[in-house]
Nanobody, 122 residues
Framework: QVQLEESGGGLVQAGDSLRLACATS????????TGWFRQAPGKEREFVALITRGGGRTEFADSVKGRFTISRDNDKNTVYLQMDSLKAEDTAVYYCAAGGAVSNAPRHWNYWGKGTLVTVSS
């Protein structure tokens, strides 16, 4: 079992930046591909970004390309989502996920955190 915990959410203004972190205890996070998803009120959970277990490949949703970056620090067992130039439409609960498949579909991910709320005011 992998326990994931997100942190770094908050209330910011449009154009600001935030960095989310996803950490785990016990199992090594670098053993898993790691992704970020988000869910806005009344909407389905959607893919944001992922990084492969070795860190050599990243993917992003079109809506965040050029604004968000994903990275991992295996020494700290943590994956980061750097979010720049935030927009009101980025407002959502952001979830960290880990698993063995490289996929933008939530159903393919095995482990989930409880989420952290990001609110962007316009």
């Amino acid at each position: 079992q992998v326990q994931l915990e997100e942190s770094g959410g908050g209330l910011v203004q449009a154009g600001d930046s935030l960095r989310l972190a996803c950490a785990t205890s016990g199992r090594y996070l670098h053993a898993y591909h790691t992704g970020w998803f988000r869910q806005a009120p009344g909407k389905e959970r959607e893919f944001v970004a992922l990084i492969t277990r070795g860190g050599g490949r990243t993917e992003f949703a079109d809506s965040v390309k050029g604004r968000f970056t994903i990275s991992r620090d295996n020494d700290k067992n943590t994956v980061y989502l750097q979010m720049d130039s935030l927009k009101a439409e980025d407002t959502a609960v952001y979830y960290c996920a880990a698993g063995g498949a490289v996929s933008n579909a939530p159903r393919h991910w095995n482990y989930w955190g409880k989420g952290t709320l990001v609110t962007v005011s316009s």
